[in-house]
């Protein structure tokens, strides 16, 4: 369907899981936490989606969620001129991050779960922080802090340094 679910116009990249058949079933697949009342949050990115995968083997059901969130188009330049700087899709990941942590308090064990995708965000961002604080009371391990900086994988976005 043409121009549904987020992206630039007419380019129709969509979100999917792909797992190994011999290894997993799949049990359940889905959208997250998407309703009338949070549509709009999800207007300009992509559909987070889930599916609960068995392995085979070991009977162990994970979890695993993608996500591509909205973009930063619209936000200061970190290195413009304008100071403090406005960031006004920050709250809209945020909110984003919140819908997902609730969808997975309400329909999974918090047990064997992976998230990944296009965050748009730094790992230390406070929509970030929604999963992982890097403190005792942490909801989810955010693995990047598992690296230490000169291991983890990085990349340079307008002259900003950050890791992936």
């Not at 290894?23 to 549509?39: M, P, V, W």
């Not at 990115?45 to 909205?70: D, E, F, G, M, Q």
């Not at 790992?123 to 604080?133: A, G, L, Q, T």
Request: charged share 25%; with cysteine.
């Amino acid at each position: 369907m043409n121009n549904q679910s987020g992206g630039k116009p007419g380019l129709n990249i969509r979100n999917i899981i792909m797992y190994c058949s011999n290894t997993f079933d799949s049990i359940e697949e889905g959208l997250i936490g998407i309703n009338k009342n949070n549509i709009n949050l999800f207007r300009g990115s992509r559909n987070p989606i889930y599916a609960k995968l068995k392995n085979k083997k070991t009977n162990i059901v994970y979890t695993i969620i993608n996500v591509h969130h909205k973009s930063k188009r619209g936000d200061d330049n970190i290195w413009g001129s304008n100071r403090p700087l406005e960031n006004i899709t920050d709250s809209i990941r945020i909110n984003q991050n919140k819908i997902i942590k609730k969808w997975i308090n309400k329909n999974t064990n918090n047990k064997n779960i992976i998230i990944g995708g296009d965050f748009n965000d730094f790992e230390y961002s406070k929509s970030m922080e929604i999963f992982d604080n890097n403190k005792e009371d942490r909801f989810m391990k955010n693995l990047v802090y598992s690296l230490n900086p000169n291991e983890r994988y990085t990349k340079f976005f307008k002259g900003v340094y950050n890791c992936l």
